[in-house]
């Protein structure tokens, strides 16, 4: 009677648990599930009992886990493992699992495992590994930012002083090439520094009008101007500059106007790259 009585409390209590919680014969298949771990995974109780757990396994934690089951099942100690499982959906579970051996008269004879969902654990800490890089790529761009602001240009250092303006740009938007290129008395764009393009490309653009290609759209509307994929926009359609940009490895362009505090437009800094490209507000504002 009293059996009988213990038996739905016991299952209560495993069922409400915040852990999932599981037992597994020595060949690693479900012969008990609770409700959480069902929820867990995805599964319903009639498909997992019966399962091995390696069926729900991330292929690149098997072996692991099998060698300590293996373990387990010979007499070995108790044991946590991380384990990434394979939801239904898919998805991929994090869990932090507890596992103990069940003896009967000195043998082992399966192995009761208590799971922890870790997911949120490891959203977080993604996200404070992406806000760590991202601040860090920051602090690195305002240091590149002070020290370009430092400079002091002249007749002898110019080459220098635009070369070290383009490569703060780069490095800040993480782009492949770039080029800056300063408005002449007529109004036509000539490159004054560059990285990452060979002659055909500088000389093209060289002899560009002034309202060609992103370059010269950011000219005339004084306005920053991207180009997501240059295989599919209209600055490029039908013109040869769809040409070149593509045989140098150009699929995408972010081209921002130089405007002086008196309003005067003086240049266009350009940052290119090897793949189709959305603009970082954020890079861009720096």
């Known amino acids: 009677e009293r059996l009988r009585e213990s038996e739905p409390r016991f299952q209560t209590i495993v069922n409400q648990v915040f852990a999932g919680v599981t037992q597994l014969d020595l060949a690693g298949r479900y012969t008990f599930v609770n409700d959480r771990f069902c929820e867990m995974v995805g599964y319903d109780r009639d498909d997992l009992l019966g399962m091995r757990v390696q069926q729900l396994t991330h292929p690149d934690d098997a072996q692991r886990s099998a060698v300590v089951m293996d373990a387990l099942s010979k007499g070995g100690p108790d044991f946590t493992i991380d384990r990434r499982y394979i939801r239904k959906d898919g998805t991929i579970l994090f869990t932090a699992d507890r596992v103990s051996a069940v003896v009967d008269n000195g043998t082992v004879k399966s192995a009761l495992s208590v799971s922890f969902d870790l997911s949120e654990r490891k959203r977080v800490e ?25 400079l002091s240009i002249d007749s002898t250092n110019k080459e220098a002083v635009f070369e070290e303006i383009l490569d703060t740009a780069i490095s800040i938007n993480q782009a492949d090439m770039g080029t800056l290129e300063i408005r002449e008395p007529g109004g036509r764009l000539v490159i004054v520094a560059q990285r990452g393009f060979k002659p055909p490309f500088v000389d093209f653009w060289n002899r560009a009008a002034a309202d060609d290609g992103a370059s010269g759209q950011a000219l005339q509307s004084r306005e920053q101007v991207f180009v997501e994929d240059v295989t599919n926009s209209p600055i490029f359609a039908d013109s040869p500059g769809l040409e070149v940009q593509l045989a140098a490895g150009v699929r995408s362009v972010q081209a921002v106007p130089l405007v002086t505090p008196d309003g005067r437009t003086v240049g266009v800094l350009s940052t290119h790259f090897r793949g189709p490209h959305r603009p970082d507000l954020r890079k861009l504002r720096v």
């Not at 992406?130 to 602001?149: F, K």
Request: charged fraction near 30%; avoid cysteine; glycine fraction near 4%.
């Open 126 to 150: 993604t996200e404070a590994a992406s806000v760590d890089l991202r601040l860090t790529a920051e602090l690195d761009a305002l240091s590149r930012l002070e020290g370009a602001r430092s």
